[in-house]
């Protein structure tokens, strides 16, 4: 009995996802925002402190930024790294998203005007935390098997 065209299209999909260069390629699609801001910060320390210390009022603001730099990058590395690691990355990242968007985009302590942008941008982020929350659980469940 030949196949379904819907089996052949989901055993086509399947292969596909279990293709080590398109998870590589996920995570570095992933990790691609948080490595440019990096990269930038590093070049800018000035401004990287200037933005952590108008953003959160966290002195010394330079150690602050610094550890956002670390954070970035290092959370990237490991993510597009993959392996038994890139749990650690993704957490990393994660949490840096989220306290980021509750002090940049804290939508109900902002001004009418500027209310539906900052809301927009706190939930995009919230949808970038789940993506990277995921991206944890699956990278732990696989830190025994195959790198991938």
């Known amino acids: 009995m030949p196949a ?3 089996s052949a299209i989901q055993q086509a999909v399947e ?3 279990g ?4 998870a590589l390629l996920a995570r570095f699609a992933v990790a691609l925002p948080f490595l440019l801001s990096g990269i930038a910060k590093l070049a800018d320390l000035g401004g990287a402190t200037a933005e952590v210390r108008g953003l959160t009022g966290f002195e010394p603001a330079a150690l602050f930024a610094v550890l956002v730099i670390v954070t970035q990058l290092g959370g990237s590395a490991l993510l597009i790294a993959g392996g038994r690691h890139a749990w650690i990355g993704a957490a990393a990242l994660a949490g840096f998203t989220a306290i980021a968007t509750l002090f940049a985009h804290a ?3 902002k001004p009418a005007g500027e ?3 900052h ?3 706190f939930f995009e982020h919230v949808s970038i935390i789940g993506g990277l929350a995921l991206l944890a659980v699956l990278a732990s469940r696989s830190a025994g098997g195959a790198r991938s």
Do not use: A, K, T, Y
């Open 4 to 6: 379904s065209p819907l």
């Open 15 to 17: 292969n596909l996802l």
């Open 19 to 22: 293709q080590s260069w398109l």
């Open 107 to 109: 939508f109900w302590l």
């Open 115 to 117: 209310r539906f942008l």
């Open 119 to 121: 809301q927009n941008i």
